[in-house]
């Protein structure tokens, strides 16, 4: 079983304030991307025509409570499936899994994938889920690349990696931030206990706080069986003083929560990670509530690079919506996929253990320019080196801070 990466990852992973500027590419020493496309130039176009294609099985949920999240890996990955296949040399074929956010499902999903020939896996996409497929790659010997199941559990054996922050690096990074720009200095954590990113998040936070001078005033869990009626915990935040409420959460608790602060009259800052990216899809929510959400991100969709831009644009005419960053992520993942098959030499027609081989071992040696990080490289560990940046919800769009 690896170990994941010391404190030395997290302290390197310095926020970035300012847009990604170039266009992204993959792999070391590859050319620049050509003018006017989003997608990452390829670093050995000439090794990729093996004659056959690449199974790429995805699985997350494209229904039910997390279904943003699902959908947008789906689409963005399409999206790279096409220009990619659009170029010649290297194609793919992706087949995406509906799992519900459902462990039962997403294992289910998995064994029919492996029934469809799948040789590289793309997910899952929520850590739950993941956590119960993980151990099915491994004795598979899988290669697994999740996009956004951020604990680090899901990334134990070596044929695993992330394109997302694991739970310990979103923690620590949130309590710096908050701390470094003076945010506020009595914190309250409203987090699920029963879930592993929320718990895992939480964790790091509440020990990198203490080092940072924070005062958490208010540490309160639900479960998921109790995650409708958050009046308890707001009053809690509330009377302790809190003047920033952490919520280390998915978007559709951090919903409710917030309409319970506006209830309460209970105005402080609201601060969040990747989960809460998706409070903007929120079918006849009030968005005027989320005015001023803080959270943490690798991808803004107002960013002004070119690369970032052009997928911006590619996904509003596909899908008729702005991307989130778990579309990045897939993206960007799909890109890391195709680096490592170009760095490997691998072909089509090895089977899923084999290629498995080729690729882990490419993973440590690749370094791609996406639209989630530039210069992002992956550790043997299976965690990914890349800086986060900051986004605050302003004039009911998201806007870098």
Known sequence: MKKFLSAALAAAMAFSLVACGSTPSSSAGSAPASEGTSAPASASEGASATGGVFKIG????????????????????????????????????????????????????????????????????????????????????????????????????????????????????????????????????????????????????????????????????????????????????????????????????????????????YDALIFGCDGLDGLLTIEGADL??????????????????EATQAFVTKYQEQYGEIPNQFAADAYDGVYAILAAIEQSGATADMDASTLCDALKGAMTQITVDGLTGEGMKWAATGEVNKAPRAMKIQNGAYTAM
């Open 58 to 265: 995805g699985i997350g949920p494209t229904t039910g409570g997390a279904a943003t999240y699902g959908n947008a890996v789906k689409n963005g990955a399409q999206i790279a499936v096409d220009e990619i296949n659009a170029k010649g040399g290297i194609q793919f074929e992706l087949n995406f899994q509906d799992d519900e956010n459902d462990v039962e499902k997403a294992v289910n999903a998995y064994n029919t994938l492996k029934d469809w020939g799948m040789q590289v896996l793309l997910g899952t996409v929520t850590t739950q889920p993941c956590l119960s497929v993980a151990p099915e790659a491994a004795a598979d010997n899988m290669f697994l690349l999740t996009p956004s199941a951020s604990n680090v559990d899901v990334i134990a054996e070596d044929n695993a990696f992330q394109v997302c922050f694991t739970d310990p690096n979103q923690g620590i990074a949130s309590a710096d931030y908050i701390a470094d720009n003076g945010l506020a200095t009595k914190i309250a954590i409203i987090y699920d206990s029963s879930d592993a990113y929320s718990k895992g998040i939480r964790d790091k936070f509440v020990e990198e706080a203490g080092t940072k001078g924070l005062e958490v005033v208010a540490d309160e869990a639900f479960t998921a069986d109790s995650k409708t009626d958050f009046s308890v915990q707001v009053q809690k935040a509330k009377d302790a003083g809190a003047e920033l409420v952490f919520l280390p959460i998915y978007y559709n608790e951090a919903n409710l929560i917030i309409q319970e602060m506006d209830k309460q009259g």
């Open 288 to 305: 005027s509530l989320f005015e001023g959400v803080m959270l943490l991100t690798p991808f803004v969709a107002d960013a002004d690079d």
